[in-house]
């Protein structure tokens, strides 16, 4: 429910389970004793708040008129997990427990955060060097499987001559290219170009809880 502050939200549900239980919507003294509020007049500011935020309709000219406005579901998409990446130290490639070329398990994510982009996977985090860019050991991240990017992405690469795999933000220098952590305490990767293949960039993250 987005911003929604946790009293609204006691109203909301209250207004929900009286609606189903008695057949017809609460009157605002209705709501003052089950959500247990001070006075009517408090009430009335949270229901006007629900009302322009959309969350709730109502009919001046009715009484109990007080609706929920249902909202339409977030359509999904079924996104593979490929496994586990370093966000720290690179990890090898072909471990059981990490990279992998078949989905470990599928992912449901709301179509929005796909961005419209094709064949997109997802991977979970290993390490904290990306912590400053809000990804924690743990998260998971979603992965446009790309070969071309940009000065700053945070990309996953491989390091061909280490057969290992990291994520970092990608920066090209005279001779090399920089794989920069985001975490002040850890220090940068270089390399050379030809040892550099990148296996995607970040487009996504799905956070722990």
Avoid at 38 to 58: A, P
Avoid at 130 to 157: F, N, S, T
Avoid at 195 to 201: K, T
């Amino acid at each position: 429910m987005g911003n929604v502050s946790t009293t609204r939200v006691r109203i909301l549900n209250f207004i929900r389970d009286f609606s189903v239980d008695k057949g017809y919507a609460p009157t605002i003294r209705d709501i003052v004793r089950g959500c247990k509020i001070s006075t009517t007049s408090v009430v009335q500011h949270h229901l006007d708040k629900l009302e322009r935020e959309g969350h709730i309709r109502r009919d001046p000219q009715v009484f109990r008129s007080i609706r929920l406005v249902e909202k339409e579901p977030r359509a999904s998409v079924e996104v593979p997990l490929l496994g586990t990446i370093a966000a720290g130290e690179p990890i090898p490639v072909q471990t059981p427990d990490t990279w992998a070329t078949i989905p470990q398990d599928t992912l449901t994510v709301a179509e929005e955060l796909i961005q419209g982009k094709e064949a997109v996977y997802a991977v979970k985090i290993k390490g904290t060097s990306m912590i400053d860019a809000l990804i924690d050991d743990g998260d998971i991240v979603l992965m446009q499987p790309i070969r071309v990017v940009h000065d700053g992405d945070m990309v996953a690469v491989w390091l061909k001559n280490k057969q290992e795999v990291t994520l970092k933000k990608i920066y090209r220098e005279t001779g090399r290219v920089c794989l920069k952590p985001a975490n002040k305490a850890m220090q940068p990767i270089y390399d050379h170009p030809e040892n550099i293949e990148i296996q995607g960039r970040v487009i996504g993250v799905l956070r722990k809880l």
